[in-house]
């Protein structure tokens, strides 16, 4: 007797897109790709654990408890699995899905909602990120951030250790192209993001810059709002589609036949506003426009009209921000722009791949497997002997670098715009 269709089942809970949890075979060939899993050996902590989870609740057959809860918090996102996977399960979608599941209908702890609640009103609008550092900055000059670090409570101090030097972030390290780009080049846009361009301008600033020196004409946006990804990874998907919203109307008046971000998350969040505006009628095509735009700055480089003359010496090994290798699928690019940098020596990490904890606010979140990670992390790169460490994305910069200052290693984390633009001075 044939089996009856998928279809024929309907769920009882609204979980996530039921029909994506029929893609997985239950093979288990992701778990080793799974950092969670890895960590903690526990089945519900990998990706295969947490499918079963997902589907047993969308069934009815197990309530959406602490320990359930807990399983799916634990997840980092970081789309490792779809990776390793030979069935192409969107794990991506789904646990997007089941975050917002778990949103709308489990009470967190106290602590743990205040968490989440002052990252979500704080991080995605650079002026109010701009004005809570306002005064860190100024305890930073009076040299006591020591002294703020012993009264602070635990939480406050695990987000302190984890901020960049407050000074000096917003100028750019590449000088201005002096010539003109032809009229004919391709135009880009660097989407400034939200926490990167407080935290991170440079990164924006040297990309831009760079891709004017390569021939590129670059756009402005006006106005930047924050990609959505803050959101899509913390089960927020209203307010998620409202910036959406925001950011396919600026892209689209920019014109810009390229779409860069200096934030592998935010490049992955715009290239998804396709599937995340499907069903407005209003957005849905220029969505699908601008989520055909988005590249990544190597790659971009790489086929640039323009090649000009870089040279630096040093040893450097190179991290995969998550969602460039699992979401964009860029393993390659970056590696071949580094090597092509004349006094460059690559030297590959083990677990290059494999997520170092940051996972967009997963730090602030889950700060004891966050740290775990970045402890792993950091043992793989000492391991190599490298001077610095390049990555494409300031989340990991920040995590990363947070590692190695409490190791007292003096080997620099740089982001690949900044390691660039060093390079062609
Ligand atoms: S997204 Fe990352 S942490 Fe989550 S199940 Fe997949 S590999 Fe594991
Ligand atoms: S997610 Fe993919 S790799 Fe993992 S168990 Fe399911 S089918 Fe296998």
């Known amino acids: 007797m044939a089996s009856p269709a998928v279809t024929s089942f309907s769920p009882v809970r609204d979980v996530c897109d039921y029909e994506l949890l029929f893609d997985c075979v239950h093979c288990g060939l992701c778990a080793e790709a799974c950092p969670t899993y890895i960590v903690t050996r526990c089945e519900m902590d990998s990706p295969r654990g947490r499918i079963y989870l997902m589907k047993s609740i969308a069934e009815g057959r197990i309530e959406l408890d602490d ?112 010539v003109a780009p032809r009229a004919d080049a391709p135009t880009v846009v660097v989407h400034h993001g939200c926490v990167a361009q407080v935290l991170a301008n440079s990164e924006n600033l040297n990309s831009e810059r760079i891709l004017a020196a390569a021939g590129y004409r670059v756009v402005q946006l006006e106005p930047t709002a924050c990609c959505g990804a803050l959101d899509l990874h913390s089960g927020n ?18 014109g810009a036949d390229a779409i860069v971000s200096a934030a592998s998350g935010c490049s992955v969040a715009i290239e998804e506003y396709a599937d995340l505006l499907k069903d407005e009628p209003d957005f849905v095509e220029d969505a699908r426009a601008i989520s055909s735009r988005v590249r990544d700055l190597s790659s971009l480089l790489l086929d640039a009209p323009a090649n000009p003359k870089r040279e630096f010496r040093g040893r450097v090994t190179y991290h995969d921000a998550c969602h460039l290798v699992h979401g964009l699928g860029v393993r390659d690019a970056p590696r071949k722009l580094l090597a092509s940098i004349p006094g460059v020596t690559i030297v590959e990490m083990t677990e290059s791949d494999l997520c170092c904890g940051s996972a967009g606010s997963y730090n602030l979140t889950e700060p004891a497997m966050a740290r775990e990670l970045a402890r792993r992390k950091a043992d793989n790169i000492v391991a190599t002997g490298a001077d610095y460490v390049v990555l494409a994305n300031p989340g990991c910069e920040f995590q990363i670098a947070a590692e190695l200052r409490r190791r007292g290693s003096n080997i620099k984390v740089v982001h690949l715009a900044d390691f660039l633009a060093m390079a062609s001075r």
């Open 237 to 254: 998907a209203a307010r998620a589609r409202d910036f959406a919203r925001a950011n396919v109307r600026a892209l689209k008046k920019s």
């Open 67 to 178: 320990d359930a809860a807990r399983h799916l918090d634990l997840c980092l996102g970081c789309r490792g699995c779809e990776t390793a996977c030979p069935s192409g399960v969107h794990y991506g979608r789904l646990i997007e899905g089941a975050r917002s599941f778990v949103e709308r209908n489990h009470r967190r702890s106290l602590v743990d909602r205040l968490k989440r609640r002052a990252v979500s009103a704080i991080f995605p609008y650079p002026n109010r990120l701009r004005m809570l550092l306002a005064p860190l900055k100024l305890v930073d000059r009076l040299g006591l951030t020591a002294a703020l670090r012993t009264i602070a409570p635990r939480t406050i101090r695990d987000w302190l250790d984890l901020l960049p030097s407050l000074e000096g972030r917003e100028r750019p390290l590449a000088s201005e192209s002096t």
